[in-house]
């Protein structure tokens, strides 16, 4: 690459009143000042004052390395003393050669001597915390839906959960290692990423069996009820396996490098995919449920019943047709309330993990941006919603 062909590394003045518009994620300089990702500068222990009263009678500056690079990929250069050396990797992760990028406002000592390297350990902290808090959302409702999974597919599931731990925790030791080594641990996490893949078809081939016995089943409530019950265990087991793609795909990523928002959304698209299948057909199925309830017939006269009230009051102003009636209209609510609940849980699972890896990406931005005054450092997120 020529010296006309550099990617200048962007630099730009930042005035004092634009830092409420910036969301400061850490400050390189202190271990005490790391605010979790999206916190706004004004939001977190005043930071945003201390960040001011750093920078008193000092120009602050917004560095912003090019798409394709990261702030720890910059050291100095020995060619050129007004710039900094960009490490370039293809798209497996291995170095491939290096590229100089200059800068101007802030001298390229000064860009690569302010924490560059507690730039890339924040980033890796990130992805540690959203993987381990993902991991431990299952974790936390394994064991009651585990026992709903048949044996072999549990298995898949509980291997790739194993398998998601082990390896984000050998994230750091395995970058010690061979390319080969990486490459290795990256196919096995996407190896268990392809099991639970097929877990989830599993359960969506089991609700072909459940829409059957609607279909056949008569309009009451003691026929109607089992059958809603398998659905929600489908449903339930369905949001578990979901959550577990995200953890593997978030720490598919993490040994990629692959943490951009193009890399996010890939991951977004690919969960969504796997999903379709299960959600269209819960949908045909919500639908069938709906009018089979909307058909249930009660018993034609009953007793009242209910813990509210006097209950011997409302046996003499009830009639038991009366009673029968409002019997009938409760049931047929309460299992329609429930059948809408388990959409709004799937759509809501759905968004959290979208959300999870739209964090994970956040975090990526960091690694490329960066706010300074030539001697502190702070990671920042700017871009505009």
């Known amino acids: 690459m020529s010296d006309k062909e550099l990617a200048p590394i962007s630099v730009e003045v930042v005035a004092i009143d634009d830092l409420n518009s910036i969301k400061v994620i850490a400050n390189t300089t202190s271990k005490e000042n790391n605010a979790g990702i ?26 912003e390395v090019p798409e394709g690079y990261s702030l720890k990929d910059l050291v100095a250069s020995k060619k050129d003393p007004e710039a900094v050396r960009a490490l370039v990797r293809d798209p497996k992760g291995r170095l491939s050669g290096d590229v100089s ?12 001597s302010i924490g560059l390297a507690a730039a890339a350990m924040v980033v890796g902290q990130a992805y540690m915390t959203e993987i381990s808090d993902s991991l431990q959302r299952i974790d936390a409702k394994l064991e009651s839906i585990a026992s709903m999974i048949a044996g072999d597919q549990k298995a898949k599931v ?43 078809d599993w359960i969506t081939e089991q609700l072909a069996g459940v829409e059957d016995g609607v279909r056949g089943a008569a309009e009451r409530e003691k026929d109607l009820e089992p059958l809603l019950k398998e659905i929600q265990s489908y449903e339930a087991q369905f949001g578990m396996c979901l959550q577990a793609l995200s953890a593997l795909a978030m720490t598919r990523m993490y040994y990629d490098g ?37 058909g249930m017939k009660g018993a034609p006269i009953a007793l009242p019943r209910g813990t509210q009230g006097n ?45 999870e ?19 502190d450092c702070w990671l920042i997120d700017d871009k505009k919603d």
């Not at 916190?39 to 602050?60: N, P, T």
């Not at 990028?101 to 690569?112: C, E, F, N, R, Y």
């Open 38 to 63: 999206g916190e706004r500068a004004d939001a977190f222990l005043g930071l945003a004052s201390d960040v001011i009263d750093l920078v008193e009678g000092k120009q602050l500056y917004k560095v």
């Open 101 to 112: 990028l200059k800068a101007t406002g802030v001298s390229p000592a000064q860009i690569a």
């Open 158 to 200: 509980k291997n790739a959960l194993d398998i998601a731990r082990t390896y984000a925790a050998l994230h750091d030791d395995y970058l010690q290692k061979p390319a080969e080594a990486r490459q290795a641990a990256r196919n096995e996490i996407e190896g268990r990423y392809n099991d639970v893949g097929q877990v989830i």
């Open 258 to 294: 692959s943490m951009d928002d193009r890399s996010a959304l890939i991951e977004e698209q690919r969960i969504l995919d796997k999903s379709q299948g299960f959600l269209k057909k819960r949908q045909v199925l919500a639908a069938l449920m709906e009018m089979k309830i909307g």
């Open 311 to 355: 209950a011997l009051k409302r046996l003499v102003s009830q009639t038991p047709r009366a009673a029968a009636k409002e019997q009938l209209l409760e049931a047929k609510v309460e299992m329609r309330t429930s059948l809408r609940s388990g959409e709004s849980k799937l759509r809501s699972e759905a968004e959290d993990r979208k959300g």
């Open 357 to 375: 890896i739209e964090r994970i990406a956040a975090a990526s931005r960091t690694a490329r941006t960066l706010l300074t005054d030539g001697t």
